[in-house]
């Protein structure tokens, strides 16, 4: 099956600093990709939807400001927790659409676990 | 007490029996619907999917049924296994549209 790579897998930062994660479609060109923020014993929560070429589209409640999504390519969308703070402490996953010949499957990262001192 | 949030309900199963972990959706209209499998700290992983237009798929050692009428999904695991302790979570989506919703999650843990 296709193959979606995340870097790093795992970030410890201080309070107040910057941190870009980043997601690769390694055998496949995704035309969207999706971010998902994972609390302990929690559900998969959709962040925002990032399409190629096109600003990303964030879930209510989601600041915007705060998660940049770039996704400049079909295989590369970054995600930047901007002032990050222990309340961001999270797993990170993102996802990606094969939408070639129909496909509608979606292949998700193994996730960076993000913790802000 | 602990918030109902911090707690994923539990089912525990003998190796080698079968396995039924229930998922109720919310949207009526969705008509696509996937299992996933997450092992701790791992991402999602694909198990099966069905769409509206079936009640019933089966995979290897899987199957999962769909009742529209209750809006209620079911994955059933035949001969479970050590290696299927794991979080199984169902999503829901609309074809056509991006978006898929994942449900609240079970917790499957499989006694040798």
């Known amino acids: 099956g296709a193959v979606v790579s995340q870097h790093p897998s795992w970030v410890i930062c201080k309070s107040g600093t910057s941190v870009k994660i980043e997601c690769r479609s390694l055998?496949?060109?995704?035309?969207?990709m999706f971010w998902y923020r994972q609390f302990p014993k929690q559900s998969l929560m959709l962040m925002a939807t990032?399409?190629?070429?096109?600003?990303?589209?964030?879930e209510q409640g989601v600041e915007k400001d705060k998660f940049l999504i770039n996704h400049a390519s079909l295989t590369l969308s970054t995600l930047t927790v901007t002032s990050a703070h222990p309340e961001d402490s999270s797993f990170y996953i993102c996802?990606?659409?094969?939408?070639?010949?129909?496909?509608?499957?979606?292949?998700f990262g193994p996730g960076t676990r993000l913790t802000v001192l | 007490g602990e918030s109902v949030g911090l707690h994923l309900p539990t089912l525990s199963v003998q190796e080698g029996d079968n396995s039924i972990i229930n998922c109720a959706y919310s949207?009526?209209?969705?008509?696509?619907f996937i299992w996933y499998k997450q092992e701790s700290g791992k991402g999602p992983q694909f198990i099966i999917d069905?769409?509206?237009?079936?009640d019933k798929r089966q995979g290897q050692r899987v199957t999962v049924l769909l009742n529209k009428t209750v809006k209620h999904l079911s994955l059933q695991i035949a001969a479970t296994q050590p290696g299927d302790s794991a979080v199984y979570f169902c999503?829901?989506?609309?074809?056509?549209?991006?978006?898929?919703?994942f449900g609240t999650g079970t917790k499957l843990q499989v006694i040798p």
């Open positions: 069905i769409r509206s237009n079936m």
């Open positions: 999503a829901e989506n609309i074809e056509g549209y991006q978006k898929v919703t």
């Open positions: 996802s990606a659409r094969d939408f070639a010949g129909g496909n509608n499957e979606q292949f």
């Open positions: 990032s399409n190629e070429g096109s600003k990303a589209t964030y």
């Open positions: 949207n009526s209209a969705s008509d696509y």
């Open positions: 055998d496949f060109q995704a035309t969207t």
